[in-house]
């Protein structure tokens, strides 16, 4: 199979097109420096140094083979050899499988071609840029080549600038020179061109200017004059010399705007929905009220929602002529769902943007996405979405275009808050169904119209199923359609999965014509997989599951994929559809003895539990400075993070009670900082549950307690103060003042969000006297801290700061550097002294840079918002406004919404103290609705202070 690799951008690899799993930062560092050397050997030496720079760890060699030998298993498909070499390692592959490699030698062909094969070849050359490269990697090695790769990138722009000037291709170039030369006003080669651009468009004054300009600018920064080829371009200007226009070989022609045109192929045989079409026809004359037109076809697995959106879409792309954008978000699949940011990635360059115009971050990318598409009508096809968050980026803020989504979800979030008209899909109806399988079939449908019939609602009317069956009759001429009939009769009796009446369950039956074919070792090896009770397993967690060698695992699932009874997903994982997973598990529960089917679950929790432990130990090591890989721990809980949601409460849910409480005790501390919340209700709720099935107190206490938090978090304050009054009652009877301490403190901050500032203080001084008891230092540092905010929240601003001074003292015994900064930050911000606002900076700065070393998305987010408070008390706004926007997107991204709101008004502050009293008003609407909303009545007060 054929490979492809990209370093200009992200590190990527694809065979075949498709993507592969190449593992944490790390090891896609390894293969980035094989990548720029490829061909060539690359010794340990230099690897090492290239991977860690100065500081390698002590087994930095082991981890380097570890990461080498798993980047040959990726790359074995393609016939890519990583090979052992008296120099040291190199890899095999074409250099023009290699876009940096492929890049440099179209430079250097177009650097000695006549002109128009030199504008397409670099202008082939420069469309290999996807961003900058190695994005998110960062060593020094890299750092240096990614600067260096900058600019040789920037060399073959200036020459694409002089072929498209001696081409006559002036004012197409203007807008892009005007922009490269705000990026480099001392480059002088760039200025000849632009001025020389300006000539030529009859803007003489304005070339002049230019090099006035740049002449003051060298004198300014570097103490020089214009070279001779700057100022005699310029004396030439100003004499008017016709010889500056008699090069131009080609009629001056505007570049026409990027018309994307990204619909997928017409579906073949596509039958009905007629109503649905006609609604969706509805939708184009809806003028420009709402602003925005989105449209949302839902509807179960199979219904067919892909193949109408596309349908009518082709329809009706003459209504749009600017172009039709299209990406499927696979919300669904087995593989990960379609990053928001590659999306907007993709979109971007479909409309023309350049790889090293593309910003990266998500937030300025749907900016830039948003702006592309003023003006511009167009169709925007989200195929596949699982959620509002994964579209809301998606969408343009413009009336001249149109949104059409489809989606399992019906997405209440996109009718509620962006006006989205739904569409929901039912079955086709019998007639329609009949139909489809004589457009697929032929005239055997004619000759057995009632056998037909019975077709249809043996595969419950779902055009998937429909096409399914379909095929197999082709394929199967001998065979009647009668017989056909029978066949999925006999086997919907043994395997109708779900109440009666539900249209899912025939669909089931036609998977058993491929489950027939297996060899016993892959049909055992697919039953049990349906048992799984993830969405993705990983090849080692499959070995468990079967008791089987990992090699093994992976022949077996590869007969699965190949008879297309699982999917490969990125990473060494794998998958099945919903409903082969339903139909493989009946199988299971079918021929595979209660035992085996105990034990096989019994290996697969045992995997998952002993990794969990693992990876925390090495993430959060009870020796500070303890060997182990962070980043390869880190990477296997994310990779893992929704199965092992999954596996907390399928144990609960299926009386593996102590697994429950084990695996969400174990992974508590890890997503509270900085998985995504609802996900960690998911576990610790499956823990509640399972530790009341027990009678287990404490750790039903602990499990609350751990709830309580998250709910706070999601902005779900009464409930949340519920949940802690329950852990309370538990810890009570249980003589654990230090759990009884933290449930104080924080059941405390509930009250703080709802406004009740004497309740609060209450419990906050009753955690106190239990900290005080345990002579628990960063106890009372922190419950200080809180009480300051209470006294400063009531005006005494005295109090406040000696409860400050106080637990700086506190925190400073136990050498917590984080509250250590954030007690400074507060006594800054009281006092507005500018050298005390600079020493907060300092030390948060200093955080901030362990919080992102640590992966610690909630203590980044918290840090930031400490921060932009710094920098605003000191006047220093759009410094704060940049921290906290960044804090608000991490404050999302988690689902942490209190600290949303909290991050919408510090915004709102911001903003109107830069004059953007516009856009200050509109963040704290937002904050006063979600703070309503969540019940805060804290932010609904700022809130309405700012407004």
Known sequence: MTAEFGVLGVVEARIAGQPVGLGHARQRSVLAALLVEVGRPVTVDQLIDRVWGDDPPQRAAAALYSYLSRLRTALTEADIKIERRPGGYALTADPEAVDLHRFRRLVALARGAPDRSAAEQITEALQLWRGEPFAGLDTPWLSSTRELLLGELFAAELDHHDVLLRLGRHSELLPRLTAAVAEHPLDERLAEQFMLALYRCGRQADADEQYRRIRHSLAEELGSDPGPGLRRLHERILAADPTLTAAITTVQVAAPRS???????????????????????????????????????????????????????????????????????????????????????????????????????????????????????????????????????????????????????????????????????????????????????????????????????????????????????????????????????????????????????EVRAVFSWSYQNLPADAARVFRLLGLHPGETAHVEAVAALTGTGVGEARRLLGVLVRASLAQAARGGRYGMHDLLRAYAAELAAEHDPSIEREAALTRLFDHYLAGSVSAMATLYPAVPGAAGDAEAARGWIEAERPTLAAVCTYAAAHGRHRLAIDLAGTLFRYLDAGGPVAEAVTVTSSAVSAARALGDRRAQARALSDLGRLHRRQGRLSESAGTYGQALALYAGLDDPAAEAVVLRNLGSVHWRLGDYRQAADHYERAWALYERLGDDAGQADVSVRLGLVDARLGDEAQATKRFQAALELAGRTGDKFSEAYVISLLARLSGEPAELDRAAAHLERSLAVARRNGDRTAEAYVLTDLAAVHARGGRHAEATAHLRRALVLHRRIGDRASEAEALNDLGQALRAIGETGEARAQHEQALILAREIGDRYEQERAGEGL
């Open 259 to 505: 018309v994307p045109a990204q619909l997928p192929a017409d579906v073949r045989a596509f039958t009905g929905r007629d109503s649905e079409l006609a609604a969706l026809d509805r939708s184009l004359s809806q003028g420009d009220e709402p602003p925005l037109t989105v449209v949302l076809l839902s509807g179960t697995a199979g219904v067919g929602k892909s193949a109408l959106a596309v349908r009518w879409a082709h329809r009706v792309r003459e209504a749009f002529p600017d172009g039709q954008l299209y990406v499927n978000l696979r919300g669904y699949d087995a593989e990960q769902p379609v990053a928001v940011g590659d999306a907007l990635s993709g979109f971007l360059t479909a409309l023309g943007v350049r790889g090293q115009e593309i910003p990266p971050g998500v937030e300025e990318r749907a900016g830039r996405y948003r702006s592309e598409l003023t003006g511009r009508r167009m169709l925007v096809l989200l195929d596949n979405a699982s959620s509002v968050e994964q579209v809301r980026p998606l969408l343009p803020g413009t009336g001249s275009c149109l949104v059409l989504i489809t989606s399992r979800d019906a997405l209440p979030g996109m009718v509620a808050l962006h006006g989205a008209e739904r569409i929901n899909l039912d079955l086709l109806p019998v007639a329609d169904a009949v139909g489809l399988l004589r457009r697929l079939i032929g005239d055997r449908v004619d000759r057995e119209v009632r056998v037909a019939e019975d077709l249809a609602a043996a595969c419950a009317r779902l055009p998937l199923a429909l096409r399914i069956a379909a095929e197999l009759a082709a394929a199967r001429t001998d065979v009647s359609l009668e017989e056909l009939v029978g066949e999925l009769s006999d086997h919907r009796m043994r395997l109708d999965l779900l109440d009666a009446g539900d249209p899912r369950a």
